[in-house]
């Protein structure tokens, strides 16, 4: 469960396997990567900083927290913190990127045909639908874009849409000009904007080496399972 800004939820349906999906590809890439030395560079880049900022095997634990909590009814919906909201930025900017992908290289979406898995943009539309009919938003539907459709800025707006649909805003992003603010004058603005004084503070996990593997196993007994 998931203290999303539409109540706290279990993703469910479609939009449930469009996250499972986009989860499932990046812990394939990041575990991949969890020996390579961070020295050299951003590692498996999203374009959210906080998040890629951490070690591939932060990145793998927090992408366990956010299936768990997501896609799952264990435990009460988890505090929101910049690290976690990050997260969730990174699955949707994940997506994105394989939506653009799908629209720039064709072969690809008869690849995943080819395998019997649906295509990207068939995956979000299937999510934008059922999202905006659980929303009773039945307006929102004239504006999905045909699943043939290579306009890349139209799917960026469904996509954002589907973002929305979790995320209450994006103040994971001023992370880092509130650390490095005046405790005082960081205290006052948070109070402002309604943001919990460990929001931003918050530390993200770090497993040791030898936990990863379990961590990477467990996360995809939560995405393959087949969803309700």
């Known amino acids: 469960m998931w203290h999303t800004s539409r109540g706290d939820r279990t993703l469910q349906g479609d939009e449930a396997t469009l996250v499972r999906e986009a989860i499932d590809t990046m812990v394939d890439v990041l575990y991949l990567h969890v020996d390579d030395d961070p020295a050299g560079g951003v590692i498996c880049e999203s374009g959210v900083s906080l998040f890629d900022q951490l070690t591939p095997s932060q990145r793998i634990a ?3 927290d956010a299936a768990t909590h997501l896609l799952t009814d264990i435990g009460d919906a988890p505090r929101l913190t910049a690290p976690l909201e990050a997260t969730v930025a990174a699955i949707f900017m994940d997506i994105r990127d ?3 992908t799908e629209v720039d290289f064709p072969q690809s979406t008869e690849h995943r045909r080819w395998v019997e898995r ?7 539309a299937s999510a934008f639908h059922s999202v905006a009919l659980a929303e009773g938003d039945f307006d929102s539907l004239q504006e999905l874009p045909l699943e043939v459709s290579g306009d890349i800025q139209q799917w960026e707006r469904v996509i954002d849409h589907l973002a929305d649909a979790i995320l209450w805003d994006r103040d994971f992003e001023f992370s880092g000009s509130f650390l490095d603010m ?3 004058i960081s205290r006052e603005r948070r109070q402002v904007l309604g943001i919990d ?11 040791r080496p030898a936990e990863v593997p379990e961590l990477v196993s467990a996360t995809r007994r939560i995405v393959r399972q087949k969803p309700r």
């Open 98 to 100: 394989h939506v653009a």
């Open 197 to 207: 004084d460990e929001y931003f503070t918050q530390v993200a996990p770090d497993p």
């Open 118 to 124: 649906p295509g990207w943009r068939h995956l979000v």
């Open 182 to 184: 005046d405790p005082e």
């Open 62 to 64: 927090l992408l366990h």
